[in-house]
């Protein structure tokens, strides 16, 4: 049984890993951009972020001041036991954002959409979001926070299968561009790509995309990983790096995940994490223990649904037919 | 390490500034600030531009330099201030009170994130006779932080909320920060941009367009969106 104290005190520990700590694989990327890349300017805004996260771990103090959205995403093993349940475990996230936001302190940056009401404490309706996934033969517990900005660098669009890969470099550089300007998306960044689904489900993929995979990361299918690599070499093939100054470094690396969607449409969604790419997971096990970890592993087989039971199912019927 | 470092100028400067020393501020020198700013963004705005409010202080006797920012930052248990990290909020939002702002206060000096239109520095800050200087990367919250060395005092907290409220922060060696624009409203970010369009057309070459189109406020990828 996880008790509910232990959830709260992983989340607050988290909130703090997150704003403080640089997850390493994006560090070392914005290492090997900053040695490769020949714009004076961008080069110079690149070595300063990598002072800046020295710095932020000197002093115990947030990288970047906006706080972004923080938010939580909880993997449930199928055997894990939770004292008070999934309400217990909500509360105790909401608990955390709020201390942590004192403590660390980080900026209170959740307020009503209309009136500007501010609880200053980053929390209110429907913050923080908490989503979820599961995975089985598991009896852990994983936590992971992602702060990340919000207001520039994400967009949407439907495109028809007959665009094809034109559309989707189309769109991928229309939103790189409008963006990129004035280094508004906060470039280089980890960019997800989301194609497919509905509308909502294409979103949250590509969120998800850049939130939640490592630099270096690649899907699974072969052909998705090759589309992947394309389309970071494009983005750094536009001339702008970091600060929309001319250079290349402008895509840490590209992260695509895809849902199945309806026989007319390829939904598309394009999402840029921070310069300061914001995240921290915690494993709690069933006996107490908790590991810390920036790599959130949150897309698993299960997670992708894409090894369920197809087989069984064409069996069924063949046998039911 | 890529060489860039090494060439560009640095400078660093005492706010309030002296005006005669913008004159020797080039867009892409690198600035570090000592002695005292403020903070302003929507809310400090809106109060005194729109709704006529008094500046809870005489801003001309505190600081010619605004800085478009609101800190992570706590109250303390002794009533103290915390402050974190310090960054930026994008700049183009509020263009359309900075005319009076700086006729009002006597600001020089605006820090920020992304600058602003070619047009704002034309019709704005060159006859303010002002600067602008962003911050870098963007997200240099924790070298900012470090160059804060108290909060001075801090007015509107109740009303407006830590993120809106108005900061008097004292600086020691606050940066890096770039000139973006200088006095004949030059930008460093319009450079960028015209070295970046004369790539677009050939990004795009052989890609075809999508069968929908969409509406849209421009459909030239040269256009700037701010």
Known sequence: MIATELIEEAAYNLMFNASIRIPSDYENGVIGMAENEQGELSAFVLESMLQNWQAAREDNRPMCADTGLPRFYVKAGN?????????ALEEALRSATARATHDVPLRPNRVHPLTRQDNNNNVGI????????FEPAADWLELTTVHKGGLFGTDYRMLFPGDGIDGIKRFFLDTMIAFGKRGLACQPAIVGVGLGG???????LGKQAACLRVVGDRN??????????ELKELGNRIGMGAMGFAGTSMVLDCHIEVGYTHTGGMPMSVHSFCLSSRRATARILADGRVQYRSDPRWFTDFMRRNSLSWQAANEHLKQSG | MASGKRTLETIRL????????????QIGTVVYLDGVLYTGREGVYKRIIEDGETPPVPLE?????NFHCSPAAAVDDHGGYKIGGVTATASFRFAKWLPQWFAQTGCKVIIGKGGMSS????????????????????GTGALLGRGIKAVQSVYWLEELGIAQAMWVLRLENFGPLLVESDLQGNSLFEQANAHINRNIEQLYAGLKAPALGRFGETVDKKDELV
Do not use: H, W
């Not at chain 1, 429907?126 to 996934?133: F, K, L, N, Q, T």
């Not at chain 1, 509905?198 to 949250?204: E, I």
């Not at chain 1, 699974?220 to 690599?229: K, M, N, S, V, Y």
């Open chain 1, 79 to 87: 055997e894990a036991q939770l004292a008070g349940g999934f309400v």
């Open chain 1, 126 to 133: 429907r913050a923080p979001e908490i989503d979820y996934s």
């Open chain 2, 14 to 25: 005492n706010a309030p500034v002296d005006p005669s020393r913008l004159a020797d501020l």
């Open chain 1, 198 to 204: 509905s509308k909502d489900t294409c979103m949250v």
């Open chain 2, 119 to 138: 047009a704002d520095y034309r019709e704005i800050f060159v006859p303010a006779g002002a600067v602008y200087l962003t911050t870098v990367g963007y």
């Open chain 1, 220 to 229: 699974p299918d072969p052909e998705i990983a090759q589309l992947e690599e």
């Open chain 2, 61 to 65: 006797a505190i600081s010619n330099v």
